[in-house]
């Protein structure tokens, strides 16, 4: 009944025709050089869509992304050239982002050829065992299909074709999703040397805050397509101040973590549908400290100190 047009937009086939939704709404950050911007929230919150359009993956019905300074979405062919190869996406499955007809050679190799900066044949398979190098791959991975590899080594051969036009700026979407929890770690500490070598910048979309809080030095939340919370790190988990952010971070919390302990909250209710949001402050159904105004009028992300920005009535 639903579907997500390539403008980012959901759209509900209904009777009278299809109905316009904002899978993400007025979201405005910044990433400096060499931060890891983590965008936290439950599924369906915009995180995708947030990093599909920074990459110009999704056109943006309005609003622009600057990157050193200019617009993306003005960029002509040969700036759209230079931006594709200064900025790469890690995809979320690490199986199916590889093509299963392609050896690992050709999977690195692929955005060599598409950018023509391929010198020799020679040349590029020494780029190629390079890459996997920088990975922790030998070279006899490079002979071998997507299907011969586990989780964690396709995740690092989808690392080492993101890295193969030595970007700046990678986009994580949610890049140890389905790994063990050992692999994880590996694959955590793996892209934290790759940022300390190469100067790289992160978006970083995960769901896992323990992850966030060991990779990140920024995180948004974000809640029905809007940011609700941007900080940073230490501040996001021991002094965050939205009730969402509030909410979602004590579900974590366990006994014997090293932060705070505080009781866990469950959030009551469910996400309500962007479809139809509610009037006023979004979360308000399911918010404890809602009042009056929060019904009827929507919080705008404000600052409650330097470099603390939050979207609730309490604050602003
Ligand atoms: Fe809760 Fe009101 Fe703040 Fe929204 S604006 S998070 S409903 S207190």
Redesign the pocket.
Known sequence: KYFVNNDGLLYKLANKGPIKVKAVDDVSFKIEKEDTLAVVGESGCGKTTVARSVLRLIEPTAGEILYRGRSINNFDKQELKVFREDAQMILQDPRSSLNPRFIVEEIVSEPLYIHDQIKDDLNLLDRVWELLDLVGLSKRYSELFPHELSGGQARRVGIARALALQPEFIVCDEPTSGLDISIMSAVLNLMKKLQQEYQLTYLWISHNLHEVRYISNKVAVMYLGKI?EITDTDTIFNNSV???TEALFSSLRGINDDWNYKEREIIQGEVPSPINPPP??S??PR?K???D??KKIE?ELKAVEAGHLT????YN
């Open positions: 609700v939205h009730p969402y006023g402050c979360f308000h918010c400290y809602s009042f105004k929060c919080p979207a609730c009535h309490l």
